[in-house]
């Protein structure tokens, strides 16, 4: 990690377990509320992702009712 990436989740929540089970948009919502720095990205399980480290960056997993399945975190 570099010193950005290490700045920017130092400053800020870098995971929120607490939203397993929400609904993924209000968790999206609720992740750039605590940390302003991220982009929340609601995404369907399974679907592919890129494998770049993004310090800026949250997926928000969710399944096909749209509740969160996994701890989002900054990735």
Request: proline share 7%.
């Given at each position: 990690?570099?010193?950005?990436?290490?700045w920017?989740i130092?400053?800020?929540?870098?995971?929120?377990?607490?939203?397993?089970?929400?609904?993924?948009?209000?968790?999206?919502?609720?992740?750039?509320?605590?940390?302003?720095?991220?982009?929340?990205?609601?995404?369907?399980?399974?679907?592919?992702?890129?494998?770049?480290?993004?310090?800026?960056?949250?997926?928000?997993?969710?399944?096909?009712?749209?509740?969160?399945?996994?701890?989002?975190?900054?990735?």
């Open positions: 990690m570099n010193k950005v990436c290490a920017m130092n400053t800020g929540k870098d995971s929120w377990p607490e939203l397993v089970g929400a609904k993924g948009e209000a968790a999206a919502a609720t992740i750039e509320k605590e940390n302003p720095l991220v982009n929340a990205i609601v995404i369907l399980e399974g679907t592919p992702t890129p494998r770049d480290f993004r310090c800026d960056r949250v997926w928000v997993w969710v399944n096909d009712k749209g509740v969160v399945t996994r701890t989002p975190i900054i990735t």
